[in-house]
């Protein structure tokens, strides 16, 4: 059931991202942008559909910030793929768009994507301008140095320090990097209700650390024709992990407790929010 829900939510992001992408001029740049946003799993745009859905926004007010968090998303990957940053060259199982195009065309699509997604959060259908100045305030904050941005940043400097990072330290690294966007996913809904956060933050913090964890297991068992991105690269690097702090059992019993936290914090939302419990346990569950 869950994986046909989480189908239907990525579909109607696609289509609504294509429909922007397609008013745009037919530029590389564009197709570039076409080529790393469209396609992936879409659990974020999943927890902003499900909490709009929760706290009674509907689903064609909900789209607009959940295509936003997929396109900035997007750019991060993006520009994460850069040989300036980790130097990917596949992606969802394509070629990362600097591979495709080159470096300048990757750094403007991703610029570009970061522009379109707070066009879209801002859009008037989104809701009064108090709730759209709300959601782009808070996007920008998880977008950049208190958030996102922060996390990489660390990651970055942890890669050239002389020491490893302690565990408390890529918990902090890592509820930027990877955390924040999806805190933010999850709390559109009652941002737009002007409802308590207090449940979906605690629940989005655990789900956060939760998907982290699962990516350094996945980094270290899976493959890059399942996974779509090259494998093993953490371990090579020698760089601190989850996975090789507590050893991939310990890493896997964490994840899994943080995945019963995540789906506690839910109880306020009774039986409404087994979408997001599904979605909480889908993160540890899942294969790519």
């Not at 994460?80 to 394509?94: E, H, I, N, Y």
């Not at 990072?165 to 918990?171: F, G, Q, S, V």
Request: with cysteine.
């Amino acid at each position: 059931m869950f994986p046909a829900a989480l189908e239907q939510a990525a579909a109607a992001v696609d289509a609504h991202l294509l429909g922007r992408l397609e008013a745009l001029p037919s530029l590389p740049v564009v197709q570039a942008m076409g080529h790393a946003a469209l396609g992936g799993k879409r659990l974020r745009a999943f927890l902003v559909l499900e909490s709009a859905r929760l706290h009674g926004i509907s689903q064609e007010r909900a789209l607009w910030p959940a295509a936003a968090i997929e396109a900035l998303h997007a750019y991060s990957l993006v520009h994460d793929d850069l040989p300036c940053m980790d130097d990917d060259a596949l992606r969802r199982g394509q070629p990362t768009v600097h591979v495709k195009w080159d470096e300048a065309t990757a750094v403007l699509a991703g610029d570009a994507l970061q522009s379109l997604a707070f066009e879209l959060v801002s859009a008037p259908q989104v809701g009064s301008g108090k709730v759209r100045a709300g959601l782009v305030l808070s996007l920008a904050r998880a977008a950049g140095a208190e958030g996102m941005v922060r996390g990489q940043a660390l990651d970055m400097a942890a890669e050239v320090a002389d020491r490893a990072l302690t565990l408390e330290e890529i918990t902090d690294l890592q509820a930027g990097k990877t955390g924040a966007l999806i805190l933010w996913s999850a709390l559109v809904g009652p941002r737009m209700a002007g409802a308590d956060e207090a449940p979906l933050a605690t629940y989005a913090k655990a789900l956060g650390l939760a998907f982290q964890i699962a990516d350094d297991l996945l980094d270290l068992e899976s493959d890059a024709e399942t996974l779509g991105k090259a494998t093993g690269k953490d371990a090579a690097a020698g760089k601190a992990t989850f996975v090789s702090l507590l050893g991939a059992e310990g890493a896997r019993e964490r994840a899994r407790a943080l995945v019963h936290s995540a789906c506690d914090a839910l109880h306020p939302y009774g039986e409404e929010a087994d979408a997001l419990r599904a979605a909480a346990r889908f993160v540890i569950d899942r294969k790519n």
